[in-house]
């Protein structure tokens, strides 16, 4: 069933830095244990609350086994079963030959939707563009880059071969430049590449005017049948992320230079009742028409973005009472919260609260039926 509660809460662009997060803010925190608000001079600082709070936001998101924030879920395979009704034929009482449930309800957004054809995997949505490494001994630092550009003359994201956390690495080869092309966009630590490159913290990248974060607007992997290639997807609805545009040294008519070559975003999403696909998006479901897979066996393969867009009051509240109890966990009792005669000890606060939490967090906990 899905409802929405007037208590529940909407985050809307969230800032750890700030101490503003998805299910609770500093300012939450600040009133529920009865301080001055926190600040870039208090201690904790908003920054470091932002970080406690994003850490609980972790822990409520394992626990429930659901989530209220947009998380992306890659590579998830599943088998591809016929509909009962047939041989793969839509009647006029099933219009679907087969479906999937995935792992995680509430789908935001499908990146790749991807059936095995036999010899390939065939994407289904999203509008996607390639990065392909012919010849990294021509990427030079500093000048090569590859320049990703949004819709109707929009913010352009820069991304410069280099040796720096904003920049891919192209020394040591080209499946080594594609796997740092892939965390620069994505904006994650290059696990797979950081003992060659020596990197200890995450990639990131803004647009020219430094406003935006390329993670905002574009995803990334490698392509699974040529690991020097990038498959980059625009994050924007599928049609308007096919107006994206992608090209080599800042020249819009540039697609092959420096040992790169890159292909046009084209738009593969067909979905709608009477297409390709269609989704019941809450429920985590996706519908097969027309496209199909040409095996059963983890045939379908997807990358999506999954989260309810709703904060549960009740969730919020959890995590602002768990945000609470970290802070009275690093408290020494005369810096931040002071006692009384007549005030309960921040032990005592501590163990209500988390008490209080799980009690709450216990309730959402997914149940999962295994059936034989």
């Avoid at 395979?77 to 995680?104: A, E, K, M, R």
């Avoid at 913010?155 to 071969?161: I, M, T």
């Avoid at 040591?172 to 994650?188: D, F, H, K, S």
């Avoid at 800042?250 to 738009?267: C, K, N, R």
Wanted: proline share 3%; charged share 20%; glycine share 6%.
């Amino acid at each position: 069933m899905k409802y929405i509660s007037p208590s529940d809460r909407t985050a809307i662009a969230p800032n750890y830095t700030n101490g503003d997060g998805y299910y609770t803010t500093d300012t939450l925190v600040a009133s529920m244990l009865q301080i001055p608000a926190f600040s870039s001079s208090t201690n904790p600082t908003s920054a470091e609350v932002g970080t406690i709070i994003k850490n609980v936001e972790d822990r409520i998101d394992s626990i429930t086994g659901s989530s209220w924030r947009p998380i992306i879920y890659r590579d998830e395979y599943h088998n591809f079963s016929f509909s009962s009704n047939v041989i793969g034929i839509p009647t006029d009482f099933v219009d679907y030959v087969g479906f999937v449930q995935l792992d995680n309800p509430h789908i935001r957004k499908l990146i790749r939707l991807e059936v095995y054809q036999g010899n390939n995997y065939l994407d289904l949505a999203s509008a996607t563009a390639t990065v392909t490494m012919d010849d990294y001994t021509s990427m030079v630092g500093g000048t090569t880059q590859i320049n990703l550009k949004l819709p109707n003359n929009g913010l352009v994201f820069n991304l410069l071969a280099g040796t720096t956390n904003s920049r891919f690495d192209s020394t040591y080869g080209n499946q080594t430049a594609a796997e740092e092309l892939v965390a620069l966009i994505n904006e994650t630590f290059p696990a797979n590449t950081s003992t060659l490159t020596g990197a200890t913290a995450a990639k990131g990248q803004t647009d020219s005017t430094g406003a935006k974060q390329v993670s905002d607007f574009f995803y990334a992997t490698l392509d699974s049948e040529n690991n020097n290639k990038v498959i980059i997807s625009s994050l924007l609805p599928s049609d308007d992320g096919a107006n994206c545009s992608i090209y080599i040294n800042g020249s819009s008519s540039t697609t092959t230079a420096h040992g790169i070559t890159v292909t046009e975003f084209t738009d593969k999403e067909e979905l709608g009742r009477l297409s390709n696909f269609w989704t019941i998006g809450h429920e985590g479901r996706i519908f097969f028409r027309k496209q199909f897979p040409y095996q059963l066996s983890n045939s379908i393969r997807v990358t999506y973005i999954a989260g309810n867009q709703r904060v549960p009051a009740s969730i919020s509240e959890a995590a602002t009472k768990l945000a609470c109890c970290e802070i009275l966990r690093h408290d020494d009792s005369t810096v931040l919260i002071g006692e009384s005669g007549n005030q309960i000890t921040p032990r005592e606060k501590y163990d209500l609260l988390t008490l209080e939490a799980n009690e709450t967090l216990n309730a959402y906990k997914s149940t999962v039926v295994l059936v034989d």
